[in-house]
């Protein structure tokens, strides 16, 4: 029987440290995801996030702060100060699909689901195909869009932690 876990807190409380600690202790090749890992300059400011496919640490360039963002505009899309790179997206899209359909893959990590998908962009089209699916599901989510996100998407979640 498939679960759901939400990993929950508000900005800078963890849960993507929290969500990696999970991965880490699942069997190597059941289990597949991505986090989205925050970069800052010397001043501790946040910059950008970099998308980190869990089961390889593969690194993509995700979220980039608009002021120190010179690539070309059809290559993202904006949303307040950030440009969300499409082709991190659909790299992420394409991976969790192929692991949807795996039979060896128990268990599908997302960092993170909210503001985004609410709005019909970022993960929103994979999220749903993950909730369709029979597989162990880890998401990291804010917990001001935790009711918005389960009402959207038609979800129960087993626990919230």
Do not use: W
Request: glycine share 6%; charged share 30%; aromatic share 10%.
């Amino acid at each position: 029987m498939r679960t759901i876990t939400l990993i929950s807190g508000d900005f800078n409380s963890g849960k993507t440290s929290r969500m990696i600690d999970i991965f880490q202790q699942q069997i190597k090749g059941e289990a597949e995801g991505f986090a989205c890992v925050k970069y800052s300059n010397v001043e501790n400011d946040i910059r950008g996030y970099k998308l980190i496919r869990l089961s390889t640490q593969e690194e993509n360039d995700f979220i980039i702060e608009k002021s120190i963002s010179e690539i070309a505009d059809e290559d993202f899309f904006e949303l307040e100060r950030f440009r969300f790179s499409k082709k991190a997206l659909s790299l992420a899209e394409g991976i969790i699909s192929d692991a949807i359909q795996n039979p060896s893959i128990v268990s599908i990590f997302l960092d993170e689901v909210g503001m985004l998908e609410l709005q019909d962009r970022g993960y929103c089209k994979i999220f749903t195909k993950m909730i369709e699916s029979q597989k162990n599901l880890f998401i990291c989510i804010n917990q001001k869009h935790i009711k918005a996100v389960t009402e959207k998407f038609g979800f129960n979640y087993d626990r919230c932690i």
